[in-house]
């Protein structure tokens, strides 16, 4: 069997060598709408619950409006357009709407990338800012909340009269889904907040995970944190295969975002009847498979299918290499999984702490096998797993340890597969 595997800019092709009973799990996709623009623009102006955008705009004087950064495939440049226009025709300027890359602790987005996001049109036409984590002088703290995390915001959002959010919805490593909250925390949140939000308390939590928000500690505390915010309006689009849109969720954030997860999980949930013994995932390819911090993305989604002990292969380029500096630096110290668990318990949280945290927790339960050309030499025996020096060899290997007929789940598109098994 070949299969092309989400790999980088390009895609993968492989052979899986003859043996396991290789199981294909491909995205359960929901049909895409007829017309994404008319779409967009009827969830805007009959939003799921709230009143239309133009209807809240008017009156305000200002409008921030929080994006993804170019990890995320948001589909910005079809969203944003009839947003604007709506927040024009209320009365709100150009100048007086500032579009916040919602960066969390991630780099900045360049020039470049910044037209791939928004579009170069909007990307040159309206005040545009890189959130940094790191400056504490932008953020405005706002308080505490419900489970003591302090609450520090970009004050562009705070201070702009009305806030909205743009995103999509998928399963999520630790927050369980992904859009709305998450653009506000951690996406324009100060590094304090962040660090606690991704503390042990919510990494171990086994709530926190994909698919789970009731219940999920981390949830509720980003819900709490949004509406600390100020959070007005969100737009959540649900994609489908080729990244087209499927569906639209606009307006009050909470029953927006709810009713978008539940059609997710109705439309999109690939059930299996029992765990199978290995899984062949990857991270999704570019943006998401840039480094192999996003990489960690694969291995936690796939857990929830293969038995303890199995063996879990990501296929992920990492053309940037590990990621980030702290990130990189806590890789290149870790001596095991079991050590570093134990130890980041007992010390104050550390910045990118969290994904490695759940690598961790990952590799104490399964066997964790990479072909990650893009990653240094220099990690490779940091990363609490096996590494291929190519794809073929890491299949060989696969199918040799499995054995004939062994169910072994191959995920071309990694955690875009909503995968359960039945209980």
Known sequence: MRVHFAFGKSGLEAELPPGPAWQLLKPRYAAPVEDEPAAIEAALDSPVAGPPLVGLARGRRSAAIAVCDITRPAPNRLTLPPLLERLHRAGIPRERITLLIATGLHRPATPAELDEILGPEIAASYPLVNHNARRQEDHVFLGTASRGTPVWI?????EADLHITLGFIEQHLMAGFSGARKLIAPGLAGQE???HLHSPRFMRDRRAVEGSIEGNPLHQELLEIAQ??????????VLGQARRICAVFAGSPREAHAAGVAFVRDKTTAWLPEPVEAAVTTA?????????????KGVTAATHIVRPGGVILVLAACDEGAGAAEFSRLLMESVSAETFLREI?????TIDQWQLEKLALAASS???WFYTPGLPQEY??????????TAAQALEALAAETGAGSPVAVIPEGPYVFARVRE
């Open 154 to 158: 970009d004050r562009r959002y705070v």
């Open 193 to 195: 907040t962040i660090r």
């Open 228 to 237: 600390m915010a100020g959070h007005d309006f969100i737009v959540d689009v």
């Open 284 to 296: 999704a390819g570019y943006p998401l498979d840039l480094t192999f911090y996003q990489a960690v």
């Open 345 to 349: 318990a007992e010390k104050p949280v």
């Open 366 to 368: 399964h066997r964790l």
């Open 380 to 389: 490779h025996p940091k990363v609490w797993g096996r590494i291929f020096p």
